[in-house]
């Protein structure tokens, strides 16, 4: 999974996580399985990929609360 425009700041994997992927995966597979609906996979992903996001951009930039440059509590206005 690719893009060519630039992500916003996270809590979300880059496109290309195989993380994501894996979310992803897991999710369709719920759901052809039964193990899920739809609307419970949806949610499950969602959570999960908002999660890996978050890791991903606390990695990046520690004490951030996005991969910005803006520190936590910081003035964003």
Not at 18 to 41: D, F, M, P, T
């Amino acid at each position: 999974m690719t893009t060519d425009s630039p992500m916003r700041s996270p809590p979300f994997p880059s496109p290309d996580s195989a993380v994501l992927r894996l979310i992803v995966g897991n999710a369709i597979a719920s759901v052809r399985s039964g193990e899920a609906s739809v609307e419970e996979a949806i949610l499950h992903a969602a959570v999960h990929g908002w999660y890996e996001g978050h890791v991903q951009g606390e990695d990046e930039c520690p004490g951030c609360d996005f991969r910005g440059e803006l520190p936590k509590h910081g003035n964003r206005g």
